[in-house]
């Protein structure tokens, strides 16, 4: 289990560079501004779809969370959920399997 606790950790990292280097990329062309970046997020169905898509696993995810953190006290797993609606589900789900595989010896 420790050995897959670790390729949790390395999917956070990499969830958590891999697409800000392309929000960078966008906000360097395109100015920091978050309405024109959920302009761009909406420009046809097909990313809209992608967006609604994460968006609905995103609250799932964070209820899961917080039910979990109630039920088994498991408190450090709740730095997952900024972590998905900051940076995004490609770091905060593998994070979260990250803090609650450290529960298991």
Do not use: Q
């Not at 990499?14 to 966008?26: D, E, K, R, T, V």
């Not at 898509?53 to 609250?59: E, F, K, M, S, V």
């Not at 006290?73 to 994070?95: D, E, Q, Y």
Request: proline share 4%; hydrophobic share 60%; glycine share 4%.
């Amino acid at each position: 289990m420790a050995r897959l606790r670790y390729v949790f950790l390395l999917l956070a990292i990499w969830g958590a560079i891999h697409p800000m280097y392309y929000f960078i990329s966008w906000f360097n062309e395109n100015s920091f501004s978050i309405k024109a970046m959920v302009d761009a997020w909406h420009v046809n169905a097909a990313t809209s779809g992608l967006v609604w898509d994460l968006t609905i696993a995103a609250i799932a995810l964070t209820l899961f969370i917080l039910a979990d953190a109630i039920l088994f006290r498991n408190w450090k797993g709740l730095w997952a959920v900024p972590a998905t609606f900051c940076i995004g589900l490609s770091c905060g789900l593998p994070l979260y399997l990250f803090l609650r595989s450290s529960n298991n010896p």
